[in-house]
């Protein structure tokens, strides 16, 4: 007799609650549900794939045994979330993921009360938990505070700080390290779980209390022996040592897909009164969708794509990706000058830096998620006479920039920064725009700032950077493809601190930074087809400022315009304070700044949040005809053109 198909079960799931009130012989389906929901959602939206897919067990169990949302779970990063999404409410949502108006790629503390804790950037999840954890603790109330953080996520020195500190919250705190990679203990097997449900259960931690009394009361070289015989024996079944001497008790390793597993380890962690633990599990990334499993790094971020075939849709042909017209310039220097060498923060591919490695292996640093050290690692090449790249996006480069101050532009060191995903960059959303670095940069002593326009300029300013040995230099530019340029045989190498008149006027001047320039020049059109003959600037640098190009475009025109794909300090701020300080406010100048709005957008196509952002040609138009009091009616009968 065939098998009757089964009722399905993520239809009667809505919130955790109604997952607890399944049978445990039932969670199995569930997850079998959830994951084919996730690759469909994910087929038609494109986002993150292969984590969100590596995590379907561990997600189901952890909402089945935890009483979220009271007891606080943190994703560490949060692209792994998805299926977390799904089963918090959110599932009639989740085909709108990284669009405008809808669901964020990551967990946003607006968007659901079962995301307590936002995260986009990497390790930032125990410290987060600790928080929580804490806070319950002095405020005496329940609840326990669980971590979620990937094996990748552990390379950052934060994630340490955070476990050298959480011996206070005892019992509240679970660190679950989801091992997707390489193991860091034996392998998993029967073996192996029954060792975690073992170690994990009240009988054994009992006796271990019982044990720490009765040694207590020997001499303390028998007191010392005996605990490191337990965890000399522990160490060795489980390999949980490095852990153990951060203040955790660990537990594992176990089979992250098998619920039979995982549920009992995880409920007695719950029940414990040891603490704080860590629970290592080992899952796959990709698990359960062959062309995932088969090319993670691949299906880690996606676009749309057939779930029946695993083929992504392409975008149509055009000019290269700015990533790609770096890493070509600067493989072309390094072929030419033996000190050029890259570093990287666990973004090979994405920094375009992979095509380095492969070339160049023994010039090649992948220094894991550990921006800070990617930085002093580059000042001390430096010092030493290499000439380095670190090519670190925007948004990432935050997360060092006590070392770009202190170790780089103090001791005026020629380390290169190359500056990936600057301005706004779409589906990322807020977490990951680059909208800060021109002001966090350009207002550093010693510093040299530049943005490329198109491709052309930044091959330019690749190379202008790899001969540049007077101090640190940053060249900006953004994510998507460049404008169609013919890319230069010969790299030009350009004089710090001088723009280029792309377009001569007479009335209006458009001072551009980087690549609203394309815009700059269709606003141009516009003003020149109403009568207003306007000049366009490139300046290349934010700093140093091309003073005498400045002094004459605001001095021989009306009305000037600044334009750039940053917040509020950037180009616009060091113009103005230029026109202050050699007293052209003071003759009556008419100048504006057009920058990033002063609030983080969410996601979108970046298209779309430009013109959100007032970026757009139509927005310098507007700028422009304000400034100058015309309207147009006025210029339509030619009055005052």
């Not at 020195?157 to 660190?175: K, S």
Request: charge should be negative.
């Amino acid at each position: 007799m065939a098998d009757l198909p089964k009722t399905p079960l993520l239809d009667t799931v809505d919130t955790p609650q109604d997952l607890r009130k399944l049978a445990p012989a039932q969670l199995r389906q569930l997850a079998d549900e959830l994951r084919a929901e996730t690759i469909s959602a994910v087929g038609s939206t494109g986002g993150h794939l292969g984590s969100g897919l590596g995590v379907v067990e561990l997600t189901v169990a952890i909402h089945y045994v935890f009483n979220t949302p009271d007891d606080r779970l943190i994703w560490d990063v949060g692209h792994q979330c998805y299926p977390h999404k799904i089963l918090t409410g959110r599932r009639d949502r989740i085909r709108t993921i990284r669009q405008g108006g809808g669901l964020s790629g990551f967990t946003k503390r607006s968007e659901s009360e079962y995301d307590p804790f936002g995260a986009a950037h990497s390790s930032t999840s125990i410290s987060a938990a600790l928080g929580f954890a804490i806070a319950n603790k002095l405020n005496e109330a329940p609840g326990k505070a669980i971590a979620v953080i990937g094996d990748g996520a552990m390379s950052a020195g934060m994630a340490y700080e955070a476990m050298n500190n959480a011996e206070a919250a005892g019992n509240r705190l679970v660190v679950i390290l989801n091992d997707n990679d390489m193991s860091i203990a034996p392998p998993v097997g029967g073996l192996s779980a029954y060792l975690a449900r073992l170690i994990s259960s009240s009988e054994y931690l009992g006796l271990r209390e019982l044990a720490k009394r009765f040694t207590r009361k020997l001499s303390r070289r028998l007191t010392v022996a005996a605990g490191k015989a337990e965890e000399f024996a522990r160490g060795m079944a489980t390999g949980g040592t490095l852990f153990e001497e951060l203040g955790f008790y660990y537990v594992g390793p176990i089979d992250g897909h098998n619920l039979e597993h995982l549920i009992p380890v995880l409920e007695n962690v719950r029940d414990s009164e040891q603490g704080p633990i860590l629970i290592h599990v080992v899952t796959k990334k990709g698990k359960g969708y062959a062309p995932a499993e088969a090319a993670a790094d691949k299906y880690h971020g996606v676009q749309k794509f057939d779930v029946i075939t695993g083929a992504q849709a392409k975008a149509p042909p055009g000019p290269p990706a700015y990533t790609k017209v770096f890493a070509d310039a600067l493989l072309a220097e390094a072929e030419r000058d033996p000190a050029v060498c890259a570093i990287t923060a666990a973004m090979p591919s994405g920094t375009g830096l992979d095509k380095f490695q492969a070339t160049f292996p023994d010039r090649t640093f992948d220094v894991g998620i550990a921006e800070q050290h990617a930085v002093t690692f580059a000042a001390g090449l430096a010092a030493q006479g290499m000439r380095p790249f670190c090519a670190i996006y925007s948004t990432f480069l935050q997360r060092a920039y006590d070392q770009v101050v202190h170790d780089v532009a103090i001791q005026n060191l020629p380390v290169r920064f190359a500056i990936d995903r600057a301005g706004l960059v779409g589906a990322d959303g807020a977490t990951h725009a680059g909208s800060f670095d021109v002001t966090y940069l350009a207002s550093l002593p010693n510093f040299v700032v530049m943005a490329a326009a198109d491709e052309v300029e930044l091959v330019h300013m690749t190379h202008t950077a790899a001969l540049h040995d007077s101090g640190p230099i940053a060249l900006r530019y953004p994510r998507g493809n460049g404008v169609g340029l013919e890319l230069p045989k010969v790299p030009e190498r350009l004089e710090i601190g001088k723009g280029r008149v792309v377009r001569e006027g007479k009335k209006v001047a458009i001072l551009s930074l980087g690549t609203r320039l394309a815009e700059a020049l269709k606003a141009a059109d516009t003003l020149e087809a109403k009568g207003l003959s306007t000049t366009v600037a490139d300046l290349r640098f934010a700093k140093p400022l091309d003073e005498d190009l400045i002094r004459r475009l605001l001095t021989t025109h009306e009305v000037a315009v600044t334009i750039e794909e940053g917040a509020i300090g950037g180009l616009g701020a060091h113009v103005l304070t230029l026109a202050s300080d050699t007293g052209l406010i003071d003759a009556g100048l008419k100048l504006r700044t057009m920058r990033l709005p002063d609030a983080f957008q969410d996601q979108d196509k970046p298209e779309k949040q430009y013109d959100e952002a007032g970026l757009n040609a139509a927005n310098i138009v507007d700028t422009v005809l304000k400034a100058l009091r015309y309207n147009e009616a006025e210029l339509a009968d030619g009055v005052r053109a």
